[in-house]
């Protein structure tokens, strides 16, 4: 299944007050004393509207103050900055002071529907020229790299789409640049942003631990084909389009201990079939199944003490348990009115970036998603007969 371009999804909380025992006869006896329960109460009102603010974007009390508008640039025009600058738009602590793109004519319709004053040909322009708090580099795959090193080097907090590379190698680079800058980085794994995704996860654990998980990816080989994708991009696929499925491996088994890998070419002109057993640090079993040779739907089914929890489609699950009685889980408002789990996943780069905190679970930050990497290199160089 082609990606057609991820619980913590933060949405507004509403604030309730506890009204405490009338004090009015108290008051009538004394009106001094009357003035100042109101203004008692009155303070606790401001209080607490403040606590909601705060909590409304995952901050504290010391932050509420300093809620100046984050200067965010865009690079890039195409389907996948469209889905980001939608939700972008919904933030009333945002202002988009840049879209870039080097040639794609949808950057003015786009630069109009959301209200951006300043286009750019050339990103260095935006990097170099306007004042930036933050940057998400929603390019193509062979682009990402470059233009992301370029923000990196000026220190720039940037959000890049995935993958962050071809290779292992290229994430490495990235990550050296970065921690060279100290540069505040999140990749977009947004898969690890869904709210159902999230629910599964909490839903498993609260019984013991995940016992073995196993996420079937198949592709359609030739529709990629049909799309004419560049060679490199063709022979990375596991990199490029492999890279969802195989991250949540890693999200919800946490780091690899070892893999045993297989892959096989029965129908196209490179491997077409690929497998592989991975014991985790915890002791969880995974399983990856992707063969591009027939159809069906990406899924992940998670084991656990007494339940399960299966994805399929990955949006919504079943929570089975051990008398039979099964439960839905649903997406959460935000993933139905918006590319799911980027909304949660924006929302918590952009508070990382005001808190100047660095990215943590759910999120993945270049050197956690450098071992995704490396469990891709290691599933592709699998034994092929």
């Not at 040779?293 to 929890?309: A, C, E, F, N």
């Not at 005001?354 to 270049?366: F, M, Q, S, W």
Request: hydrophobic share 40%; net charge neutral.
């Amino acid at each position: 299944m082609n990606d057609p371009s991820l619980s913590q999804s933060l949405e507004l909380r509403d604030g309730t007050s506890k009204r405490g025992n009338s004090r009015s006869e108290s008051a009538a006896v004394n009106g001094h004393y009357s003035g100042g329960i109101r203004c008692h109460w009155f303070a606790l009102f401001v209080l607490a509207l403040l606590v909601v603010m705060a909590g409304a974007r995952g901050g504290d009390l010391s932050t509420v103050a300093d809620m100046k508008k984050l200067s965010i640039a865009v690079i890039g025009a195409g389907g996948i900055a469209e889905k980001h600058l939608e939700v972008l738009n919904a933030f009333d602590d945002v202002e988009i002071v840049g879209l870039c793109n080097s040639g794609n004519p949808r950057i003015h319709p786009l630069a109009e529907r959301f209200g951006i004053k300043n286009t750019y040909t050339d990103y260095r322009q935006a990097l170099d020229t306007v004042p930036i708090d933050a940057v998400f580099v929603l390019v193509s795959v062979l682009r990402i790299p470059d233009l992301t090193r370029e923000c990196l080097k000026r220190g720039i907090p940037t959000l890049l789409e995935k993958p962050p590379g071809l290779s292992a190698n290229e994430t490495k680079q990235l990550l050296k640049v970065a921690t060279e800058t100290n540069c505040l980085n999140m990749v977009g794994l947004n898969r690890r942003f869904y709210s159902v995704m999230q629910r599964a996860r909490e839903l498993i654990l609260e019984a013991g631990p995940l016992v073995s998980i196993v996420v079937e990816a198949p592709e359609r080989l030739a529709d990629y084909h049909a799309s004419e994708h560049p060679p490199e991009v063709m022979n990375r696929l596991l990199f490029a389009n492999g890279i969802h499925t195989i991250d949540l491996l890693r999200y919800f088994a946490g780091d690899v201990r070892r893999v045993s890998a297989l892959s096989h070419r029965w129908f196209a002109n490179q491997n077409d079939s690929f497998g592989a057993l991975v014991r985790f640090q915890a002791g969880t079993s995974g399983y990856y199944i992707s063969n591009w040779t027939s159809p069906g739907r990406w899924s992940v089914s998670l084991y656990g003490r007494d339940r399960r929890v299966t994805l399929r489609p990955l949006e919504r699950g079943t929570l089975t348990e051990a008398n039979g009685d099964e439960r839905a889980l649903l997406p959460d408002k935000v993933d139905e009115l918006y590319k799911p789990g980027i909304y949660a996943q924006d929302r918590y780069f952009l508070d990382c970036v005001r808190d100047g905190k660095k990215p943590e679970d759910p999120a993945a930050d270049l050197a956690d998603t450098l071992k995704t990497m490396e469990l891709i290199e290691q599933i592709q160089g699998g034994n092929s007969e």
